[in-house]
C-alpha cells in the first residue's frame, strides 16, 4: 500500500475508504507531487494503526453473535 501511495497518492487514500480525505489528496498531488505523497503515506499509516489496535482489542473467541449465545456471556 505504501508503493501506491508513492506512485498513485489519491488512489492509496481512496483504498482506504476515506473518500474526502482522498479529494484532499488529489488538489495536493496536482498542487505538487511531494505533499500529496506525504499526505498519502500518513494517511495508509493511520489507517493500519487504527485497524491494528483494532484487531488487538477483540477477544480471541470473537465471532458474530457469540456474546449472544449463554454459553459463552461477556455481560456476566
Known sequence: MYLLAIVLPPVAVLFTGKPFKALL???????????GAVHAALIVKIIKIVKNSMLEKA????A???YFSTKNTWYT
Open 25 to 35: 489528496n488529489l488538489v495536493l498531488t496536482l498542487i505538487f507531487f511531494v505533499p
Open 59 to 62: 477477544p480471541s473467541n470473537w
Open 64 to 66: 458474530p453473535f457469540s
